[in-house]
């Protein structure tokens, strides 16, 4: 054996490639599959690999791999799978190799070579770039086409006999495979329920199936709280169920002197944790497929969660693709600017730059593809095939539309800010001055106070989420950004939001202009609401007028509604970044709480490579990081934090103390 760890490898972005495809076309409703609504990137056949290496006494050394290929190595060609001997000295060695199933990688392990990121890969295009592995496939017997999940046990809380067979209560909301042992000839259906109601419903339930001898008893892997099994011997079933997960772990916490709010992150933390799986997906009942606008909100909250860049950067990988690019990311125009702001946001708080340049010809293309569908005046507009989404709320839509140039905007200057990561010219300023400058011109309507979702319509409709954008990203500022506040975001008389897909930007950009009350207001209410009407994770959106099983009623279902959606964890965010007060920058982090009418907190905020853990009691501030590059700011000034000393400011933010 090797003193280094030896890793599975392969061409970068095939393995990201591959398991999204398995991924967007394993959604079922009512039974039947449910094909991916836009295009699916399919990674490459083949794929050839090189290292030069010296070895300073003879071995030998196994290609192993679960495709097929050759070895060149010395002047002559070798079986993979085989032992290959060698001699002392100096080699240069490619495999190549194609699977037609999955896609090329391959694992060697020796006292004379492994496999690792210093082996150079090519995807027969003749550009080398250096080959990607994980440790988690670092085995001969691992195979990085079945992806690397946790399972454990699941016991139901009870078993309730039922007309036809009997109901099996997990206790709260899972993700996982079902084992159903069966007599011989028995014919079963299992009815799957993220409520009780929808597992008692066999006609209307959204997942649901019918098992005869022809079928396996391993059951693949699906969302639910309940299982009905049904059946004339349903009573002769044994069910085992399993939860299948990924052990990341906790490293932000948050508690204050309110119990509600306890269980409000605990809820929003096992329905993140649910929905972190190969890919951020939104909700693990439908869609179970990965959408860019989601996306971006989970990489904001995975950062502050988790502090674990691995799915954020797989999930990026993954809603790239492939180009050329046709159409936008998931048909959406404002989810293609997304992408490039997530990924922008992610650089600056991680200052990842390796995975930047393994994905910037990618994000180029993609911007490039943006830039080809703008109208004479530089404005994003809708092109066939195109779905302007923003939300599902009521807007004046008439291209040109606001709230999409506001996020082209700031797609142009996170181009800006990437290139300089890659030292390249900036092209992209200019574009967003010029962009900025017709924006105001056209959008801004002086009488209104606030900007119009559309100047061509004539409706001159203004709506909170075209305002909301305009203060987070800060294109306004001054009396005019004042006046925005006014006339949009605190205007009773504008149509509320209504999803809770947008109410976490409005409830940043509350937070963002000090209005943090109103935001810890709005979390007792709306996932205090839920908690009291039993919900085990977040629901896809909440009614406090609807009662009973309406709850679950959506896109013209009874079901319909995802009972465990990943933007709806969003107060985890809220939490960390603007009542703690954590915000990450490049190279540091800045601590700047605010309570709100919380009278006490406590919290650990991932940052760096440590943590700092704020404190509030009594009206006073205790600080401790673990991590470099930290400052406190009171408003004010600005006070650079030591690792490893407690710090103690006053709530008025007028007197420092150091133990």
């Not at 905007?409 to 010029?434: F, I, N, S, V």
């Not at 009206?619 to 000393?645: N, Q, R, S, W």
């Amino acid at each position: 054996m090797s003193l280094k760890q030896a890793k599975w490898i392969w061409y970068p972005g095939e393995f990201e490639i591959y398991h999204h495809l398995l991924l967007s076309f394993r959604r079922q409703e009512f039974g039947c599959d449910y094909p991916c609504a836009w295009h699916v990137s399919r990674p490459e056949a083949s794929a050839r690999f090189f290292k030069a290496f010296a070895a300073r006494q003879g071995g030998v050394f196994t290609v192993v791999t679960h495709g097929q290929g050759m070895v060149r190595l010395g002047g002559r060609l070798h079986r993979v799978n085989e032992p290959i001997a060698i001699e002392a000295g100096d080699y240069e060695i490619a495999v190549e190799l194609f699977d037609l199933n999955a896609f090329p990688s391959f694992f060697i392990d020796s006292d004379v070579l492994i496999t690792d990121e210093s082996w150079s890969a090519e995807a027969y295009d003749a550009v080398r770039v250096p080959a990607a592995g994980s440790p988690a496939f670092c085995s001969p017997a691992d195979d990085p086409a079945v992806f690397p999940f946790c399972y454990r046990d699941l016991t139901p809380v009870s078993i309730e006999p039922i007309e036809g067979g009997a109901l099996y209560d997990f206790g709260r909301e899972t993700f996982g495979p079902v084992r159903v042992t069966r007599p011989a000839g028995a014919a079963i259906r299992l009815i799957y329920g993220e409520s009780r109601e929808e597992a008692l419903d066999a006609e209307h339930a959204i997942l649901r199936e019918t098992l005869t001898d022809r079928d396996p008893s391993d059951r693949p892997a699906r969302a639910f709280r309940y299982l009905a099994v049904l059946g004339e011997r349903a009573n002769d079933v044994t069910v085992e169920a399993r939860e299948e997960y990924l052990p990341i772990e906790d490293k932000a916490s948050f508690s204050a002197d309110e119990p509600l709010l306890n269980n409000v992150w605990a809820l929003c933390a096992r329905t993140f944790h649910l929905n972190t799986r190969e890919f951020f997906l939104d909700g693990v009942k439908r869609d179970r497929w990965v959408w860019s606008g989601d996306a971006y909100q989970s990489f904001m909250i995975a950062r502050y969660l988790y502090n674990d860049p691995s799915v954020t950067e797989r999930t990026i990988i993954a809603l790239l693709g492939k180009p050329p690019y046709k159409r936008h990311i998931n048909t959406i125009n404002d989810y293609s600017a997304y992408l490039i702001i997530g990924l922008w946001e992610h650089i600056e708080a991680t200052g990842r730059l390796n995975f930047l340049r393994t994905v910037w010809p990618n994000v180029k293309a993609l911007y490039a593809f943006i830039l080809n569908r703008l109208d004479e005046r530089g404005y994003a507009v809708r092109r066939e095939g195109d779905w302007i989404f923003v939300d599902w709320g009521e807007l004046d839509k008439t291209d040109p539309v606001c709230f999409e140039q506001i996020v082209l905007w700031q797609a142009h200057r996170a181009m800006a800010a990437l290139a300089e990561r890659m030292g390249e010219a900036d092209e992209y300023t200019a574009k967003a001055d010029a962009l900025k400058e017709n924006i105001l011109s056209d959008f801004w309507d002086e009488e209104k106070g606030a900007f119009v979702d559309s100047f061509t319509s004539g409706r001159r409709f203004v709506t909170r989420q075209t305002n909301i954008f305009a203060v987070l990203y800060g294109l306004v500022g001054g009396e005019q950004k004042q006046s925005v506040i006014e006339n949009a975001l605190l205007n009773p008389a504008l149509p509320p939001i209504t999803t809770p897909y947008f109410k976490l930007y409005e409830l940043l950009a509350l937070c963002e202009i000090g209005a943090i009350d109103a935001a810890q207001d709005f979390i007792a209410a709306y996932w205090g609401g839920m908690l009291q009407e039993g919900a085990t994770s977040v629901w896809e959106a909440y009614d406090p007028q609807q009662t009973g099983a309406e709850h679950f009623a959506m896109y013209g279902s009874p079901y319909g509604k995802s009972l465990c959606h990943a933007w709806g964890s969003g107060p985890i965010l809220l939490l960390c970044r603007y009542v703690a007060g954590v915000s990450l920058t490049r190279g540091g982090f800045r601590v700047a709480p605010n309570p709100g009418h919380y009278r006490s907190f406590d919290a650990t905020v991932p940052v760096g490579n440590g943590e700092v853990s704020v404190k509030y009691e009594n009206g006073v501030f205790t600080v401790h990081t673990t991590a470099p590059g930290g400052v406190f700011f009171d408003g004010k000034t600005e006070t650079a934090l030591e690792v490893g000393k407690n710090y103690r400011f006053r709530s008025k933010f007028v007197e420092l103390t150091l133990e």
